[in-house]
């Protein structure tokens, strides 16, 4: 039968590499992807085999890449993913490519460091403009202040209205000193607390938030802060002024009294800022050129890197033949796939230019693994398969048979037109846009499991339509296609007077005695009783199909004793099997379909319906 | 039926009112609140390094190959964006990073009582941190490089400010009053400056407090968290009894001023703690130890020749049995500090490794602490 009905037979094979094509040849055949290596160093530590500093030097490859994908994404910069497939590179190509991240790295490295600079310095000169603007506040008032009654508390809050000093002739005499800066906002309060009691109440401080939030230089997010202003008097209290402001990470500015000073200090700062907005953006492009020119080909270079990888670890398997100066490796192929295998180790030893490999077949009573070679139709139902235990090996794969049962199954359950419809449109669409849809690459696992399962979905669809018609259920409603077999004969009088009526399929006049076409009758859709008939009715349909699932598995299990040549498996297991089935399950559909032919309305009281005996009894009391 | 109504009303509902009555709750009614976490922290443990591990980790010629094993271990690729050549201060500090990020995690998710629980294992960490920055500032070194040497489940908002004290009550009234370290604070106010012999009186006093209000905290739990925790926290308190004693022979430290630092919740309270304050030498302090059977047991057999084990090794090895014995228990707190304590030795162990290969003086590289 197909290559699907049982898996495919498999060699072990021993294969002997020259160390030179020995890298190429693997690359090959790992481009073929149809060899499994076995592992011939199992108890070598991994840091103790043959090819463990190339793989180092991966993972440092590994890296850099992935430092560089970071600040691509930072950025915001689509990679471009072309879906191609590069070869896996010459071993003496590696040191180009390790050469080339290193110099990005280290670009990207001192690109970075300058623009953090450059930020920090844009920060101090945003957070000074600020300082002198706030600060201004703070001395007018105490230059004019306003009428107020001189005992009045002093609070703190934004309002900036009540002022400490009278005058600037007063405040010349008292030598009150003061230091300006900015802080957290989210620190003032632990803040102002620690002053007051480590300075016990000696020194003053105002405070107001600055309304835009600033960036931080080092993570990039943006910070609310407020500017300070204390006061205090004496040099003690400065020294300790000065350490609580450096436990806060407060950072202070110097800032002149006058106003004139002042003024003429915010205008420097002002052109410095324009100057640094311009060499900061210019940085930033730089960075952005850098960064877009890296993202064109990372996913080219991390694919290289990675079957460079894998390559190293494959031969990391492989034994050390030291007499030939060569590899040996043991591997399983399915033997179908021998001559392409063979070429593929002919290319390999061609491209590197040496002797080239040989292939040689062992016998052994090991198990061979099993293999199915699938496409991507039959993949996803291979996998609902293997999930329930993957086969022995050349046993008979029941996925071919799931292909179709386990959609139809799945109808019988569900058996809706309507929600049919939306399912097999659905899975439709899906399979159609499947080339873009599998270019995407999403982490999101919801969304891989339904596009895994496309082509079960869509069978599903289709199958609940056909079930959904027979159960005549389109969004839980009935549709007349072709006329319904029932009608209701009484007169107007009786249809007033009687909230229910009966009809009779026994009646001519009530039932045209051939039943509806196709599906179920829709009159029963506005029947008191279409429940119960309903649930006997899949009930019933439900253990015929069961049962003939149950059989059909069993009969199989004949096709492999006769493959595995054990005729007592026949007689001990199928027999009974058989036997134990039929007399009980089977003797039950039997009685379903006796029941539904011999008992019906209009005939015999014997046959009528309401003799009619019931299964599960009869089944029970045997 | 009446007879099951009867016996239902009996039965609290509420884990608050379980409290109320018996000052324990019902094991049944543990894993509302904290049966996530402990799950997650017993998981944690099943990571924990084992003997194989430790041959392998013996067994690297660099410190590349101990990054290599330890990617095939619980850790994973904690290292993998570090630049080689890796320093062994930067696997010290990515061990600790992520040890640090479960105990938050767990921290996060806890309610009381677990929560003050988690808290009062950080104090610990809290006064290792003062006296670091204190002892720092003694030395004139500014505070910026000071902070990353701090333990982070350590810090609190007022940290960094604590070089405006000067003396301890300053310490006292400016920086610690907010902090829950306020109430072990106590006796130590005074008005002397700070200095290296203050320092250390100083950390062992809020220690001492710590200890005790940590103990009678647990023991106010009741349950299995108090038999386990109360047990660790005695062999704690002992510990620091012996060490104590034994480090002031020959220092300023008189023997009325040493007994004022013995925590009082161990075994050794009161008589051993007597006696030990009498102690002149490290033969009385056998001597003492000789009474009870645990601390025989680790006296003996310790030295500093070669090929024996040093006291402090014996007496890492009996916390180490304690802290593995706590996870035969279920639906208890100890856990949680059982699992820290191991994680923190196995990290030294680590560190120990890592040193012996990268200094290449591999004669003592077995004298890691054997945890499972």
Redesign the interface.
């Known amino acids: 039968m197909g290559s699907l009905f049982r898996s495919e037979e498999m060699a072990l094979c021993q294969l002997f590499l020259q160390s030179e094509s020995a890298y190429t040849c693997v690359s090959e055949l790992g481009e073929l992807g149809l060899v499994q290596f076995r592992d011939l160093n199992p108890d070598v530590n991994a840091f103790q085999r043959k090819f463990v500093n190339e793989v180092r030097r991966c993972d440092e490859m590994e890296r850099k890449l992935r430092y560089l994908e970071r600040e691509i994404r930072k950025d915001g910069i689509p990679v471009l993913d072309t879906g191609e497939n590069p070869e896996a590179p010459m071993p003496r190509e590696m040191i180009d490519l390790e050469v080339k991240f290193e110099k990005l790295e280290n670009e990207l490295k001192e690109v970075n460091s300058n623009a953090e600079a450059l930020k920090r310095n844009y920060l101090e000169l945003t957070e000074l403009k600020h300082i002198l603007k706030k600060t201004q506040v703070f001395f007018d008032e105490a230059l004019y202040p306003p009428n107020l009654p001189y005992d009045q508390e002093v609070y703190f809050d934004d309002d900036e209205r009540i002022n400490l000093l009278m005058d600037t002739s007063l405040h010349h005499l008292m030598h009150i000193g003061f230091v300006a800066g900015v802080i957290l906002r989210e620190r003032i309060p632990a803040f102002e607390r620690m002053l007051w009691r480590a300075c016990r109440g000696n020194v003053f401080l105002r405070q107001a938030e600055m309304d835009d939030p600033l960036e931080d230089p080092a993570t990039g997010e943006q910070v609310y802060k407020s500017v300070f202003i204390i006061f205090f008097q004496g040099d003690q209290l400065k020294m300790r002024v000065k350490k609580i402001c450096e436990g806060f990470r407060a950072t202070m500015y110097p800032c002149p009294e006058a106003p004139a000073d002042r003024r003429e200090m915010a205008m420097g700062v002002k052109t410095r800022l324009d100057d640094l907005n311009t060499v900061l953006s210019q940085t930033q492009d730089h960075r952005h050129r850098v960064l877009v020119s890296a993202a064109r080909n990372i996913r080219a270079w991390m694919m290289k890197v990675w079957k460079i990888k894998s390559i190293y670890h494959t031969l990391n398997m492989f034994n050390l033949d030291v007499i030939q100066n060569g590899l040996i490796a043991e591997c399983w192929i399915p033997v179908a796939n021998w001559e392409d295998v063979q070429l593929a180790l002919r290319r390999g030893t061609e491209k590197s230019g040496s002797l080239p490999a040989i292939l040689n077949r062992l016998s052994t009573l090991e198990a061979p693994p099993t293999f199915h070679r699938t496409n991507k139709f039959t993949k996803a139902f291979q996998n609902l398969i293997d999930s329930y235990g993957v086969a022995t090996y050349r046993e008979i794969n029941p996925a071919p048979f799931t292909i179709i049962t386990f959609p139809f199954l799945f109808a019988i359950m569900f058996g809706d037109v309507g929600h049919g419809i939306i399912m097999a449109l659905f899975g439709g669409w899906m399979v159609w846009r499947e080339k873009p849809l599998s270019a995407k690459k999403t982490d999101n696992e919801i969304w891989n499991i339904f596009f895994g399962g496309r082509y079960i979905i869509l069978l599903m669809g289709l199958f609940s339509m056909y079930t959904g018609l027979i159960y005549n259920d389109v969004f839980s409603k009935s549709i007349n296609l072709f006329g319904s077999s029932w009608h209701g004969a009484y007169n107007d009088s009786t249809i007033q007077q009687n909230k229910e009526l009966t009809l009779d399929p026994a009646d001519v006049k009530q039932y045209d005695q051939y039943p509806y076409p196709f599906g179920l009758d829709p009159m029963w859709q506005l029947s008191n009783n279409k429940i119960n008939f309903y649930n006997s009715y899949k009930m019933k349909i439900s253990i015929i199909f069961g049962i003939v699932h149950m059989l059909f598995g069993v009969i199989l299990s004949v096709w492999n004793h006769k493959f595995f040549n054990k005729a007592m498996n026949i007689y001990c297991e199928f027999i009974p099997q058989i036997i134990f089935l039929t007399c009980l399950f089977v003797y039950l559909v039997l009685l379903v379909f006796h029941k539904w032919v011999w008992y019906g309305a209009g005939g015999d009281v014997s046959t009528s319906p309401s003799c009619a005996p019931s299964i599960l009894i009869t089944f029970i009391n045997m | 039926m009446t007879q099951l109504i009867n016996i239902v009303s009996h039965i609290k509902t509420s884990p608050e009112s379980c409290y109320a009555t018996s000052g324990r709750m019902l094991d049944s009614l543990f894993n509302i609140d904290n049966g996530y976490l402990e799950g997650l922290v017993r998981g944690f443990k099943n990571g924990i390094l084992k003997e194989t591990d430790y041959l ?1 980790l013996v ?3 660099t410190l ?2 101990l990054k ?2 330890l990617q ?1 271990t619980d850790y994973g690729h904690f290292l ?2 570090e ?2 050549p890796i320093q062994v201060s930067v696997i010290d500090d990515k061990l600790r990073d992520k040890l640090v990020a479960e105990f938050q995690h767990m921290r996060n998710h806890a309610v009381e009582p677990l929560a003050t629980f988690l808290d009062y294992i950080t104090y610990g960490y809290m006064i290792d941190n003062i006296v670091l920055l204190i002892t720092g500032a003694l030395h004139q070194r500014p ?1 910026s490089e000071l902070m990353p040497k701090c333990h982070p489940l350590g810090t609190f ?2 940290i ?6 000067s003396t301890s009550s ?1 310490l006292y ?3 610690l ?2 902090t829950p370290l306020a109430d072990f604070f106590g006796e130590c106010v005074s008005e002397q400056d700070l200095d290296e012999l203050n320092i250390e009186i100083i950390r062992n006093t809020l220690y001492k407090a710590y200890l005790e209000s940590f103990y009678s905290y647990c023991k106010s739990l009741g349950g299995i968290t108090a038999e386990v925790m109360c047990e660790i926290l005695a062999f704690e308190a002992d510990r620091r009894a012996f060490i104590i004693t034994l480090n002031s022979f020959g220092t300023e430290l008189t023997n009325e001023d040493r007994k004022k630092l013995y925590p009082q919740c161990g075994k050794l309270y009161p008589d051993g703690l007597a006696a030990l304050a009498r102690a002149d030498d490290a033969e009385n302090v056998k001597q003492v130890a000789e009474f009870y059977t645990e601390y025989r047991a680790l006296f003996e057999g310790a030295g500093s020749n070669p090929g024996e084990k040093t006291l402090e090794d014996k007496f890492f090895e009996h916390e180490v049995k304690l802290n593995v014995n706590s996870f035969l228990h279920q639906f208890h707190f100890g856990v949680f500090y059982a699992y820290l304590k191991l994680k923190e030795q196995e990290c030294r162990n680590i560190v120990w490794i890592a040193e012996c290969i990268a200094q290449k003086h591999r004669a003592k590289i077995d004298n890691y602490i054997h945890i499972l």
């Open positions: 392998n067994q690297c010629e590349d190959d290599l094993h095939s993998a964006n630049a080689s505070i908002e007022q960094e400010a604590i070089n405006v004290a300053e009234n400016a920086v009053v907010d």
